[in-house]
C-alpha cells in the first residue's frame, strides 16, 4: 500500500518545507509510490480480547510487525498458566498474521510474569523462551543463551537501527537514581552497539515511556533517573543520528516531543507510543491525557503504529502514522534527514 494512503498528508507537510524545491518534490513523489520499507507496532494485549484488529493492520502490509510489551497478560507463578495464554492468541485470528508478516518485539512486566514485575520474579526463565517462542526466534538465536531478550535489529542496509531495551529482566525493586532499569550487563551490550552504529536512524524501543515523567500508575525511565540520563548522555558521546524512541504501556496512543541539552545545543527527541491494541485507559482519565500530551498528539482509542520510510531523489524520509482501530482517525508526523545528515521535522 503506498505511503499516498495518508489522506490529507501532502499538502499540510509540503507547505512546511517551505522553499526547498528538491526536498518538496522528493517527498511529493515518494509518496506517490510504495514506500521503501513499513513497520507496524502495538502493545497491550489482552489475550481474551477482541481480535479483529489482525484483518485491519493485515490491509497496511507491513514489511514487519512490532510487538512493544503486555503482548498477553500472563500474570502468574504458574508456567502452565502463561503458556496458554500465550496458546490462545497464537491459535487465534493472529496464527495467519504472523504467518504472513515478520515478527519481532520485545516484552513488558505482562508477559514477563507478573504486574510491575522485576528481576526478583522466579519464572523469569522460562517465561523468557516462552516469549522467544511467541516472537518465533531460532532455537539458534543468541536470546535464547542470555539473560534477558534484549538484542537489535538492522533494516535497510543498516540505514535503520532499532535497539530492543529489556527494562523487566534487570529491573532493581527499588526506584530512584541508585537503582537500575538495564543492569551493568545489558548496559554494556548497548554501549557497544551505539558505538558500532553507522545507522541513519537509531531507535529505542522500550515498553515503558521514556521522554515523559510517570502518568497515573504506570512505570517510566524517571523513575530510574540514572539509567535515563545514561541513554540521553551516551546518544551524545556517540553522536547518533536521527536518535528517536518507541514505547507501548499506557493504554492510548501518543506523539511526544521534549527538549534535552546535547553537547553545546539544545536537541528536541520524538517518542512514538502507540498502547492499547485490546483496551484503552478509563474515561475518567482522558481529560488529564489530552491536556499532559495535547489533543492534537493522542489517540484514545484502541490503536496501532506505523512508520514509512522513504528514499527519493537523494533524500531520507520518515513517516509517523497513528490509527485507530475503531475508526478512520489517524495521526501523522513527518522527518527528513538534511543537508547537514540531521533528523528534522518539516
Known sequence: MAGASLSGLPLRVLANLGENASLTKAFSKALRRKQDLRVAFGSCHFHDGKQDHWAQISRE???????????????????????????????????????????????????????????????????????????????????????????????????????????????????????????????QWLENEMASSTAAI???????????????????????????????????????????FMSGDKHFGAFIKRSWQRKEERVDYFEFQSSGMTHVAPKSQLAAVKKLYGKKNTVIERNFGKMDFYHQDGHFFMVWSLHSLESHRFLSRVFYLDDQGLWQRP
Open 61 to 187: 502490509r507491513p514489511d514487519l510487525w512490532l510487538w512493544l510489551g503486555d503482548n498477553i497478560y500472563g500474570d502468574s507463578r504458574d508456567i502452565s498458566v502463561i503458556k496458554a495464554k500465550y496458546h490462545k492468541v497464537e491459535f487465534g485470528p493472529y496464527a495467519q498474521f504472523r504467518r504472513t508478516y515478520p515478527i519481532d518485539g520485545i516484552w513488558d512486566d505482562h508477559d514477563f510474569g507478573e504486574d510491575n514485575a522485576n528481576k526478583t520474579y522466579p519464572l523469569k526463565e522460562q517465561t523468557q523462551q516462552l516469549h522467544l517462542d511467541f516472537l518465533g526466534v531460532s532455537q539458534e538465536d543468541p536470546r535464547r543463551f542470555q539473560e534477558g531478550i534484549y538484542h537489535t535489529r538492522e533494516e535497510l542496509d543498516g540505514q535503520i537501527k532499532f535497539f530492543f531495551l529489556d527494562t523487566r529482566y534487570f529491573k532493581d525493586e527499588d526506584k530512584g537514581k541508585d537503582a537500575t532499569l538495564l543492569g551493568e550487563a545489558q548496559w
Open 202 to 244: 537509531n531507535i529505542f524501543v522500550t515498553p515503558i515511556g521514556f521522554l515523559l515523567n510517570r502518568l497515573f500508575v504506570t512505570e517510566d525511565w524517571a523513575e530510574y533517573p540514572t539509567d535515563k540520563d545514561r541513554l540521553l548522555e551516551c546518544i551524545a558521546k556517540y553522536d547518533l543520528s536521527g536518535a528517536f
